[in-house]
């Protein structure tokens, strides 16, 4: 098992209820492949980017901490793909 760290910029036009229902999905996306999450929240809310990520100017920040094995990190990519409310996806290993 090895420790990650992702950052999801999710569509800005989201409402409470739908941010809720996306970061449930996350986090048990990780659960769901046998990995445990050790910090999950909102990290930043609308905040501008750099440059615009499919016609949007401004995101919303979630931040994840957890421990996954390391052939589960490529599916839990692919599925974070599919989803349309997910701009962009940043997983990193921590040491």
Same mark, same amino acid.
């Given at each position: 098992?090895?420790?990650?760290? /992702?950052?999801? =910029?999710? #569509?800005?036009?989201?409402?409470?209820?739908? @941010?809720? %229902?996306?970061?449930?999905?996350?986090?048990?996306?990780?659960?769901?492949?046998?990995?445990?999450?050790?910090?999950?929240?909102?990290?930043?809310?609308?905040?501008?980017? /750099?440059?615009? =990520?499919? #016609?949007?100017?401004?995101?919303?920040?979630? @931040?994840? %901490?957890?421990?996954?094995?390391?052939?589960?990190?490529?599916?839990?990519?692919?599925?974070?793909?599919?989803?349309?409310?997910?701009?962009?996806?940043?997983?990193?290993?921590?040491?």
């Amino acid at each position: 098992m090895n420790k990650y760290e /992702a950052l999801f =910029i999710v #569509k800005p036009e989201l409402s409470g209820d739908d @941010l809720t %229902n996306l970061f449930h999905h996350l986090d048990e996306t990780v659960t769901k492949h046998q990995g445990v999450i050790s910090q999950s929240g909102l990290w930043a809310e609308k905040r501008k980017l /750099a440059f615009p =990520i499919a #016609k949007y100017a401004e995101g919303n920040f979630y @931040l994840m %901490n957890f421990t996954l094995p390391p052939l589960a990190v490529k599916d839990i990519r692919q599925t974070y793909k599919l989803n349309e409310n997910i701009l962009r996806v940043l997983i990193t290993k921590l040491e």
